[in-house]
C-alpha cells in the first residue's frame, strides 16, 4: 500500500480565519480535487488528517464537518477518484489531547487503521503542526505555499523554528506550490521507481 497524508484546510481547500464552517465554505484550491483524483488512480491511498478544534469552539457541530467531508468526498469521486479516509481532532488546543498536530495521535489512528507504518510516506501540509507531526512519525515532509505555508516557510528559516520538533529544519522539508505541485513530483518519482 502507498500511502499519502493530507492536511484539509489551506491544502485542499481554502483557509479561512474564522474557520470552514460549512460546506458552502468549504471552496477547493484550484487543481487539488483533480490532485487527489490522479493519486488515487496511481494507486496511493489517500487519507486526510485535520484539526478541527473548530468543533471544540462551537464554531460548526459534527453535522457540518460531516457536510463538509461529504462535499470534498463527492468533488473527488466527481474527479474519479477517492479518499480513503478522513481523520480529524474535535479538541480545543487547551484539551491536551493526543490527537491534536503537533501530536501524532492522527497518524497512529491511520496506521492501525490501514495496518502500514506511516514512515516515509508523504505528509503534506501548510503548517508547522503538520510537519512537526509528520517528522515524529517518520514521514516525508512535504511543505505547500498555499494556506499558511508561506508563512510555515518563514518560520523553518528561523534558527530553531520547532520547539515541538528539535530536529527539524528546512533541509528536510520540501517545498511545493500547491498539492497539484506535489502531486505531480509524487507521481513522476512514483514512475521512475518502476
Known amino acids: ?27 477547493p484550491i484550484a487543481g487539488s480535487i483533480e490532485a487527489i483524483a490522479r493519486l488515487h488512480q496511481a494507486d496511493f491511498t489517500v487519507v486526510i488528517a485535520t484539526n478541527q478544534s473548530g468543533l471544540a469552539r462551537a464554531k460548526f457541530d ?76 517518520g514521514c516525508k515532509l512535504w511543505l505547500v505555499k498555499t494556506g499558511n505555508g508561506l508563512k510555515t516557510l518563514d518560520l523553518l528559516k528561523s534558527p530553531t523554528p520547532s520547539a515541538n520538533a528539535p530536529g527539524l529544519t528546512l533541509d528536510q522539508v520540501q517545498v511545493f506550490d500547491d498539492l497539484a505541485a506535489a502531486t505531480d513530483y509524487l507521481l513522476t518519482s512514483a514512475s521512475e521507481n518502476l
Open 1 to 27: 500500500m502507498k500511502l499519502v497524508i493530507l492536511d484539509r484546510d489551506g491544502v485542499i481547500n481554502h483557509e479561512r480565519a474564522d474557520f470552514v464552517k460549512s460546506a458552502s465554505e468549504c471552496e
Open 62 to 137: 459534527l453535522d457540518d464537518l460531516e457536510a463538509i467531508h461529504e462535499k470534498l468526498t463527492q468533488l473527488v469521486l466527481a474527479a474519479g477518484g477517492e479518499i480513503s479516509a478522513i481523520f480529524y481532532c474535535p479538541h480545543a488546543p487547551d484539551d491536551d489531547c493526543k490527537c491534536r498536530k503537533p501530536k501524532p495521535g492522527l497518524i497512529d489512528a491511520i496506521e492501525a487503521e490501514f495496518n502500514i507504518s506511516a514512515a516515509d510516506a508523504p505528509f503534506i501540509g501548510d503548517t508547522l503542526r503538520d510537519l512537526e507531526a509528520g517528522f515524529s512519525k
